[in-house]
């Protein structure tokens, strides 16, 4: 009583797709899409020469989205060395599996790299997405609950 309490969940900001060569379409997809619906920057990073339908088949089903993925491709090394200079870093690398290079950038830029399999239970998957604010407003003075004393509320337990 006298507290007004409120979750909200606001998306990790930029998160980088790893695309491996035994990615299922699934794989990437879902982690493609629960990225972007929870709000996050994608990037859809994929390793030098690998050709990928399924990467492919993305982009075009994505170009409406305004920049809403962007594609790149780059060596682990590459990857590990960016993260430290002038890219910035990344808070989020969702990748399956990880190499340490892609270890080791995550752990220099401060970040989180994630490498367990993909949830088909979406409100799982997008749980690696977003990040939860627990908000407490006190409302009492002293224990006096003033103009909201009078609103109904679940019994104190």
């Known amino acids: 009583m006298g507290q007004d309490n409120v979750r909200r969940y606001l998306p990790v900001g930029s998160v980088r797709v790893r695309v491996h060569p035994d990615d299922s379409a699934f794989d990437v997809f879902a982690r493609a899409c629960a990225a972007h619906v929870a709000g996050c920057g994608v990037v859809i990073s994929t390793p030098p020469g690998l050709e990928s339908a399924i990467v492919a088949r993305l982009e075009a089903l994505t170009e409406?989205?305004?920049?809403?993925?962007?594609?790149?491709?780059?060596?682990?090394?590459?990857?590990?060395?960016?993260?430290?200079?002038?890219?910035?870093?990344?808070?989020?690398?969702?990748?399956?599996?990880?190499?340490?290079?892609?270890?080791?950038?995550?752990?220099?830029?401060n970040g989180c790299v994630v490498s367990v399999p993909v949830s088909a239970e979406g409100r799982l998957e997008l749980l690696w997405y977003v990040r939860e604010q627990s908000i407490s407003t006190d409302y009492h003075r002293y224990g006096n609950l003033g103009i909201r004393a009078d609103e109904p509320r679940a019994q104190v337990m």
């Open 64 to 109: 409406s989205w305004a920049g809403g993925i962007e594609f790149v491709e780059e060596s682990d090394a590459h990857w590990r060395s960016d993260r430290g200079g002038t890219g910035g870093p990344r808070p989020l690398c969702r990748a399956r599996p990880a190499s340490l290079e892609v270890l080791q950038a995550g752990n220099a830029a």
